[in-house]
């Protein structure tokens, strides 16, 4: 399928970016399980290494299995071009070793995942690259959060775990006018929730790992930009760094994204049941979830994305000893970090995700040791909801 934007999203996940005429009329994609490639003659070899002859030369530069997989996500993203990664931290320090120098500033919402956090920390310590954190509400507030030296603003909305959203529309407007380019983490929303680059965003980071994949065996990351920058990165913070992704788990995340659209309805269909019904109970201090009516993020959801999405969190009424009893009772919901997989998973943001983030500013994020992030799965809702039940109860 190669004539961009012709087809729906649901089509997209399935043919974009793949042929099977050119691949021995393979239906699956192929994985091109190799280092390297061999050149006709030392002329044409020293073609592909200048760019005058377009071909595969090395597969940490480029391989075929792992381009398929770009193009779709690039047509997914309604972007031009994408790269893949080993790892959705391989993705995020490519870009923001990418796109600041030492002296710079990065302005960052108000809540960043762990080890996204843990790299700014290293960037300022040893590159003297600063970062600041921003609700980025309003204008003024936005105004006021950019330097002279700002390099990128760099966003994850909805923002774990406490699932605040953050107005991309916004940010993006003010940010053009600075020239300032704007990053997008889109892990939790998937490009069929949300899709950042439509809004006037310029880069969107996926940690891959998670609903790219589903299934909760590959861990990856992806990048989509404008031809320009993702040829840039292409050609030094991914070459000369090196955190590529391997031809296999490129396949593997192919396999997934054949299903992304299904499989992202039910996991909203389940969270907003989960969320309503957790919400009426009496052990139950508090439910964020985007995509409840309730919600004060509600309206900004409709906005720019098409549902509340997969996950969601809740505090537990009592204390921290309340909230471990809550978890350790439960039996079909597993205790694990990650997210966006067929099984649901439980995670307690402070002392797992979020425990290299301070107390001081974890308490700033939202994050109180009552706070668990449900991370909600492809099961019935019914047995879902059967295994909290019995565990609130038991408290
Ligand atoms: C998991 C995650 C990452 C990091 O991705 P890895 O694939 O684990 O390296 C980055 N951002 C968000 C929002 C994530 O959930």
Known sequence: MNEKEKYQF???????????????????PPIYQTSTFTFSSLEQGANRFSGAEDGYVYSRLSNPTITILEER????????????FGSGMAAVSAVLIGLTKAGDHI????????CTFGLLEMLEEKYQIRHSFSN??????????????????YIETPINPTMTLVDLELVTSIAKQKGIPVVVDNTFSTPYLQQPLKLGCDLVIHSATKFIGGHGDV??????????????????????????LSPFDAWLLLRGLKTLAVRMDRHCENAEYIAKQLSLHPKVKAVYYP???KSTAYSLMQKQMKKGGGLLSFEVKGGYEETVKVVNQLKLISIAVSLGDAETLIQHPAS???AVVPEEARKEMGISNELLRLSVGLEAWEDIMRDLQQALDSI
């Open 107 to 114: 302005l960052c919402s108000k809540g960043v995942y762990g």
């Open 136 to 153: 980025l509400e309003t204008e003024e507030e936005i105004l006021a959060a950019i330097r002279k030296d700002t390099a990128c603003i």
């Open 73 to 84: 996500m690039a047509q997914l993203e309604e972007g031009e071009a994408a790269l893949a």
């Open 219 to 244: 861990v990856a990351g992806i990048v989509v930009g404008n031809e320009e920058v993702i040829s840039v990165l292409r050609k030094t913070t991914q070459k000369d760094i090196g955190g590529i």
């Open 352 to 354: 797992m995700t979020h």
């Open 10 to 28: 649901e089509t997209k996940a399935i043919h974009a970016g793949y042929e099977s005429k050119h691949h021995f009329d393979s239906l699956a």
């Open 291 to 293: 995509g409840d009516k």
